[in-house]
Each structure stands twice: as C-alpha cells, then as structure tokens.
C-alpha cells in the first residue's frame, strides 16, 4: 500500500494501535504454566472487542487468532496444548484488519529466570530492527535495510534467517513488495517511495541460516538449529524517514 491521504494514516495508525496493545496485553499476561492456547484466547478476545479480525485467520486460515512461537519454534507456531515454562523464549505476533486496514507486529519475550544470552539476544534483535527502521526513508533503496542489519548482525557475531523477509502490507497482509530482505542482498533494485507500507522484521539468530517447515505445516524451525529472535513493526516511509504505526496507546 501507498498512503497518500491522511485518512489511510489514520486507518492505518488505528489498526496498528490495537495489534501493539493486544501484543503487549498478552505478552503481561504470560506466565509460567499457562498454554500457548490460553494466551491466544487473550489475544482473541482483544481483538474482537477492538472489532478487528485477525489477520492469518481471515487470509490463510491459520488455525489460531495470533501466532505464539516458543523455543525451538521461530516463527508461525499454532496456540494449543503447549505449557509455557521458566526460561522460554516466547515470539508473539499480531496481525489484524479494521476497515480495510492491516498491520502486523511482533516481539521475543523472555519468562523469567532468564540467562545473559538471552537477554543480550533480545535486546540485539530489537537494535537489528530499529536499524532497518533507521533505513526507511523515500528514494532509499529497499536493499539498505537487509544490508544495514547485515553489517550490524555481522559486527555482533550473529546470523540471519535468510527466507523471513518483511513485506508489504496495509490493504492486505502480504502485498506488494512481497518480500523484502532483511539480510544483505545485491541484485535488488527496488526504491523505497514517499507512503509506502511495510514490515521490518528480522530475525537475528546465534547461528541458525534458514527456516524450515514443520510436520504441523505452519510451524517454522531454524536451520541449523540455535535460538532466533523476531522484532517487527509496521511503518510508512517519508521524505524524512519511517513513521511507526505498530504503537500502544
């Protein structure tokens, strides 16, 4: 999507509003011994009393209002039976529509004990983000977002999931630009144009290359397998740099 008047940033700003709350809603409900399934009915009823419909639901069918990723899961793990426990690493990412409008979040939650290396993973996998934030800006090209997150993750001994890319989004989930990278590319040529719509979400990793699918069809594991981290916001590029429309308030 392309914003070009200020009632589609209104739309957007509001959709984004009520997937940070829900996000963070939950991610203060967390505790250990609750399912991932129990968290997610949270994160349903958030959303269905904003009057927002979530978003891989409605567009892929995914068996869940939110996708809640634990451990060795980095991405797209379906809520049911599993117990979350002391030292879980847990991904949380909302993504809802109201009135046409979609925007997509997420975070890495740590539940307590945690050890040095998780917190030091998380807290570089949210700079890894705001790095790429950081790039977003009209006429830039796309590639400088994958190629400043690429030297930042280099610099800290860390690797990048390289098939998770950020995206388009704002009258869908995915649109156009399918896939943006968020790790160091060469031959992309694409510009980054005043209003356009995406995602910034790396995912930082102490190792691992690659997702690959799971024998439930949605759950992603990491390749080879080390602990992954995933920011993400939904941001709308200026002349002056990213508006960040994925806020609580």
Same mark, same amino acid.
């Given at each position: 999507?392309?914003?070009?008047?200020?009632?589609?940033?209104?739309?957007?700003?509001?959709?984004?509003?009520?997937?940070?709350?829900?996000?963070?809603?939950?991610?203060?409900?967390?505790?250990?011994?609750?399912?991932?399934?129990?968290?997610?009915?949270?994160?349903?009823?958030?959303?269905?009393?904003?009057?927002?419909?979530?978003?891989?639901?409605?567009?892929?069918?995914?068996?869940?209002?939110?996708?809640?990723?634990?451990?060795?899961?980095?991405?797209?793990?379906?809520?049911?039976?599993?117990?979350?426990?002391?030292?879980?690493?847990?991904?949380?990412?909302?993504?809802?529509?109201?009135?046409?409008?979609?925007?997509?979040?997420?975070?890495?939650?740590?539940?307590?004990?945690?050890?040095?290396?998780?917190?030091?993973?998380?807290?570089?996998?949210?700079?890894?983000? $705001? =790095?790429?934030? *950081?790039? +977003?800006?009209?006429?830039? %090209?796309?590639? #400088?977002? /994958?190629?400043?997150?690429?030297?930042?993750?280099?610099?800290?001994?860390?690797?990048?999931?390289?098939?998770?890319?950020?995206?388009?989004?704002?009258?869908?989930?995915?649109?156009?630009?399918?896939?943006?990278?968020?790790?160091?590319?060469?031959?992309?040529?694409? $510009? =980054?144009?005043? *209003?356009? +719509?995406?995602?910034?979400? %790396?995912?930082? #990793?102490? /190792?691992?290359?690659?997702?690959?699918?799971?024998?439930?069809?949605?759950?992603?594991?990491?390749?080879?397998?080390?602990?992954?981290?995933?920011?993400?916001?939904?941001?709308?590029?200026?002349?002056?740099?990213?508006?960040?429309?994925?806020?609580?308030?």
């Amino acid at each position: 999507m392309t914003i070009t008047r200020q009632d589609e940033l209104d739309g957007l700003k509001h959709i984004g509003r009520i997937v940070a709350n829900t996000m963070q809603a939950m991610a203060r409900a967390m505790e250990p011994g609750m399912t991932t399934g129990e968290l997610d009915e949270i994160g349903r009823d958030l959303l269905e009393r904003e009057g927002a419909v979530s978003a891989p639901q409605s567009t892929y069918g995914f068996p869940g209002a939110t996708c809640i990723s634990v451990n060795e899961e980095i991405a797209h793990g379906i809520p049911g039976d599993r117990v979350i426990a002391k030292g879980d690493l847990v991904n949380i990412d909302v993504s809802a529509s109201k009135d046409g409008y979609f925007a997509d979040t997420g975070a890495t939650f740590r539940i307590a004990p945690t050890r040095p290396s998780q917190d030091r993973l998380c807290r570089d996998g949210r700079r890894a983000m $705001q =790095i790429g934030i *950081g790039q +977003v800006r009209h006429g830039r %090209p796309l590639s #400088s977002i /994958g190629n400043a997150i690429g030297r930042f993750a280099a610099e800290q001994g860390y690797t990048l999931i390289r098939n998770l890319a950020s995206h388009g989004v704002g009258r869908s989930l995915h649109e156009y630009p399918e896939e943006i990278a968020t790790w160091p590319t060469r031959d992309d040529r694409r $510009q =980054i144009n005043k *209003g356009l +719509v995406i995602t910034v979400e %790396p995912f930082l #990793s102490t /190792g691992g290359l690659w997702a690959s699918d799971g024998p439930d069809g949605w759950t992603l594991y990491s390749e080879p397998r080390a602990p992954v981290v995933q920011y993400e916001h939904t941001v709308v590029a200026t002349e002056r740099g990213a508006i960040v429309v994925t806020l609580p308030g």
